[in-house]
């Protein structure tokens, strides 16, 4: 896809999304023989269920027939969110990762599993936990510091909670 495209398609679909109280995380369009499938990743601070995947889908789908945004062959559209295992590149990423474990690759060099705490301007207070025993220790990383992280997945965690909270939802319409 090209930038143009993708510009063109972030500036189209963007107003819309955010009118259904959603950010627009991700656009990609990728070819399936010979059909093309636009996918459309979006989320929020409060999560994104199936319904207003359904609505955000009608609206992005009708502004999309009234436009030639895609060009004049077939597509599919697909609307859902980022997932359970999530990569973390904007603040509000962060934020929303608030109490999730989440796995980070350090720009000194290795690797860190930890709990994030709280998220500032700077950087966020994570929980490191304990091995074999001993206690969990906190710790600071600014974000500088940091060059990838993924929320990871928790079936078991301490409290109780299962983690459910992403399940990729998709809502498909042409």
Known sequence: MSTTQSERLRELLEPLVASQG??????????????????????SDT???????????RVLSAKLDETDAMGEGE?????GTPGAERALTEHRHYVRATGRLVRFQLGAGG????RILTVDDDGLDVEVPGVKGRKATARRLA??????????????????SADHSDSNEKEEEA
């Open 75 to 79: 597509y599919t559209l697909e609307v």
């Open 111 to 114: 690797e860190l599993v930890a």
């Open 143 to 160: 974000f500088g510091d940091v060059d990838k992280a993924r929320v990871q997945v928790e079936f078991n965690r301490k409290d109780g």
């Open 47 to 57: 999560g994104a269920d199936l319904d207003r995947i359904a609505d955000v889908s």
């Open 22 to 43: 959603l950010d627009l995380e991700e656009i990609t369009v990728d070819s399936v023989g010979r059909r093309r499938v636009l996918s459309v990743v979006v989320d």
